[in-house]
């Protein structure tokens, strides 16, 4: 027998060790940073329970600080602003209807309108 047949066989070779777990920031997936302004623009618009219009400022305001800083912020920014803005007006003839619900657009003789009740008034009529 040969020496090669007779000899133990080669340790395994030495691994490096793992490095530890590194959070991968790809280009689609914005930061940490970066999606709590996000969720803070769309979360501010609840200050509109408390401050008049304060659900179209305050995603104003936040939008406005972090757009140049963070590209989700601008996306997010202008989203929550539009929805704000949607509901606005959205309440606003909501409110118009519910106010003088008994306005008839399409003639402008309607009595029953507080508009024209203002006119009348304006004008000088007795309430005819």
């Keep these: ?18 490095p530890p777990p590194v959070e991968h920031q ?3 997936v914005p930061s940490v940073q970066a999606r709590q302004w996000g969720m803070f623009a769309h979360l501010s618009s609840i200050s509109g329970i408390i401050i008049p219009f304060g659900n179209i400022i305050a995603p104003l305001i936040i939008w406005q600080i972090k757009k ?55 004008r000088g009529d007795q309430g005819q």
């Excluded at 996306?75 to 209807?97: P, R, W, Y």
């Excluded at 003789?109 to 009348?120: E, Y």
Aim: hydrophobic letters at 40%.
């Design 68 to 122: 140049d800083e963070f590209a989700f912020v601008d996306d997010q920014g202008k989203e929550a602003l539009n929805f704000n803005i949607t509901v606005a007006i959205a309440f606003v003839v909501s409110l118009l209807l519910v106010v003088d619900p008994y306005c008839d657009w399409r003639t402008p003789d309607s009595g029953g309108s507080w508009r024209l009740a203002g006119v009348h008034g304006h």
């Design 1 to 18: 027998m040969s020496d090669i047949e007779n000899s133990p066989p080669p340790p395994p070779p030495v691994l490096p060790p793992e």
């Design 26 to 28: 790809s280009s689609d």
